[in-house]
């Protein structure tokens, strides 16, 4: 069993900016992927970014290109998302989740991932 617990979450003004770290009680598998959902009232969850053991970004909405980062910290098995420029859209419940598949193709679809955090509210005013 491995646990996700989120941080960093809170409320800002547009343009402001917040980092959000997913720390995981374990590391048990050669290949890893690490993703941040996020789930805003009324709307299906989607994938924000997406990161594979080895550092390399599978995948970043577009939503998002040029504002969030997606980065890690294996030593710590910790994953971030640094969120600059943030506008009232990005208001949502942010989740961490991991899945530890066979090959090296980490998946966006949500559906694929096994192990997910309590979420994270961010929260951006106007």
């Known amino acids: 069993q491995v646990q996700l617990v989120e941080s960093g979450g809170g409320s800002v003004q547009a343009g402001g900016s917040l980092r959000l770290s997913c720390a995981a009680s374990?590391?048990?598998?050669?290949?890893?992927?690490t993703g941040w959902f996020r789930q805003a009232p009324g709307k299906e969850r989607e994938g924000v970014a997406i990161i594979n053991r080895d550092g390399r970004v599978t995948y970043l909405a577009d939503s998002v290109k040029g504002r969030f980062t997606i980065s890690q910290d294996n030593a710590k098995n910790t994953v971030y998302l640094q969120m600059n420029s943030l506008e009232p859209e990005d208001t949502a419940m942010y989740y961490c989740?991991?899945?530890?598949?066979?090959?090296?193709?980490?998946?966006?679809?949500?559906?694929?991932?096994?192990?997910w955090g309590q979420g994270t509210q961010v929260t951006v005013s106007s």
């Open positions: 374990r590391d048990p598998y050669p290949r890893k992927c």
């Open positions: 989740a991991a899945a530890f598949p066979y090959n090296n193709f980490c998946p966006s679809a949500d559906n694929a991932y096994d192990y």
